[in-house]
């Protein structure tokens, strides 16, 4: 696909505001939102619960809708698949593999953002979006407390940001969420991959001290609001570890088997997951992502991790009514590993109901991907409606636009 897009090293203003990191903390840069939340575009999806089913039909068919159909029929498997990974990024190459694989986005891990200056960072970013065809989708941990990927670095807070629960006791869930967002925009990124939705009121727990710890109502309305404050400004959220990590170990190092009951689940580990879904329903910004575990939660399915569950993902799109994108945890876990014989797991993933794939070895993965559709063993329609999640995704991000022809185009980002 040609190249559309126009980068830039804006907010280069906050270098300095960046550098003066002589007071408790470095205030945000003095700017409005990237996207107004008057004048984000509405979600395609928001009103259907209020039509009836004729003018639910009529309102899909949008010409933001036909644009994202339009586009998607314009793009090879290659572009596609593509899409669909959103990935590490790598230590080496990182441009040209935006290009050799077409990559729908990249994480930023602490090895990515340390020791490095704001306007470093920034200008990192924007040669990976010049190299995109369609723009990426540009992601962080940054969920405060144990898992900050950019506030550990003096250059950009002078202060890590605090955990779930620290600011529950001591802060403003507002104050929090909206620095973090603006920080994280006028740094060049789109999403983060937060809030924690899980519940846990025992400090024992593995997952505890990134939560609220909190019960399932107080983390609800913690993770409800960040949604909603995040997407006012253009940014993206993820829900996680759905369906609910519980008390379960790392899954980073091996499997984590689930075998509490399903009224468990229903009574304490999904409110905080339903109650954002809605709320991403109602917002005339970007939907919540929904991040799938690794555990194995037996009451839902025995065999495999949520992850690579058929089952799961049916739960999550019908009896809780999700239609935005579902994204695995990182496939390269020890946890998933065994799960496909000839190395092919993100095929698994995308037959189970994911749309965006989480790995750090696609460079094996996307050939598989390809392959498996070719073969007839991956139902290209399962890489369509995935690929046109993201894309319509990428519309809510504002990283996508309606042209006067009513086609998409890439959003010129602008030049300082």
């Known amino acids: ?58 309102e899909a068919e949008t010409p933001e809708e036909a644009a994202l159909q339009a586009l998607l029929e314009s793009m090879t498997l290659r572009e596609k698949v593509g899409q669909l990974f959103f990935v590490r990024v790598p230590a080496q190459s990182a441009v040209e593999d935006v290009k050799n694989y077409l990559l729908g986005g990249y994480i930023f891990f602490g090895r990515d953002t340390m020791d490095r200056t704001a306007s470093e960072l920034i200008g990192t970013i924007a040669s990976y979006q010049a190299a995109a065809g369609i723009p990426l989708l540009i992601g962080v941990d940054e969920e405060g407390g144990s898992v900050v990927r950019v506030s550990s670095n003096h250059h950009f807070r002078s202060r890590k940001f605090a955990s779930p629960r620290v600011v529950l006791q001591n802060g403003s869930v507002e104050d929090d969420t909206r620095e973090k967002a603006l920080l994280l925009k006028a740094l060049g990124f789109n999403i983060n991959l937060a809030p924690v939705a899980d519940v846990s009121t025992n400090p024992k727990d593995f997952m505890y001290d990134r939560t609220t710890g909190r019960g399932a109502e107080e983390t609800a309305a913690y993770v409800t609001k960040v949604v909603e404050i995040s997407s006012s400004y253009g940014l993206g959220s993820v829900l996680k570890h759905f369906p609910g990590y519980g008390d379960n170990n790392d899954t980073h190092t091996g499997i984590a088997v689930d075998n509490r009951l399903l009224e468990d689940f229903q009574e304490t580990d999904l409110i905080p997951f339903q109650r954002a879904i809605d709320e991403g329903k109602r917002l005339s910004g970007p939907e919540p992502a929904v991040l799938v575990s690794h555990n194995i939660v037996s009451c839902m399915d025995a065999e495999v991790p949520a992850s690579l569950s058929s089952e799961i993902h049916r739960i999550l799109r019908e009896d809780m009514d999700f239609d935005g994108v579902i994204m695995t945890d990182d496939l390269a876990m020890d946890a998933v590993a065994e799960y496909a014989d000839d190395g092919a797991v993100a095929v698994m993933a995308i037959q189970a109901g994911n749309d965006l794939v989480i790995t750090t070895d696609y460079r094996t993965q996307i050939p598989k991907v390809i392959e498996a559709v070719r073969e007839g063993t991956l139902d290209a329609a399962a890489v369509d409606a ?11 991000l504002g990283l996508l636009k309606l042209s006067e022809q009513e086609t998409l185009e890439p959003a010129v980002f602008p030049q300082s």
């Not at 990237?34 to 928001?46: H, R, T």
């Not at 995935?386 to 809510?396: H, I, M, P, Q, S």
């Open 1 to 58: 696909m040609k190249k559309w897009i126009c980068v830039t090293l804006c907010v280069l203003m906050l270098v300095s505001v960046l550098s003066a990191c002589g007071g408790e903390m470095v205030p945000p840069p003095p700017v409005e939102p990237d996207v107004p939340p008057a004048e984000v575009p509405e979600n395609p999806s928001a009103r259907s619960e209020e039509l009836g089913e004729s003018e639910a039909q009529e």
């Open 386 to 396: 995935a690929c046109l999640r993201v894309l319509r995704w990428k519309l809510e």
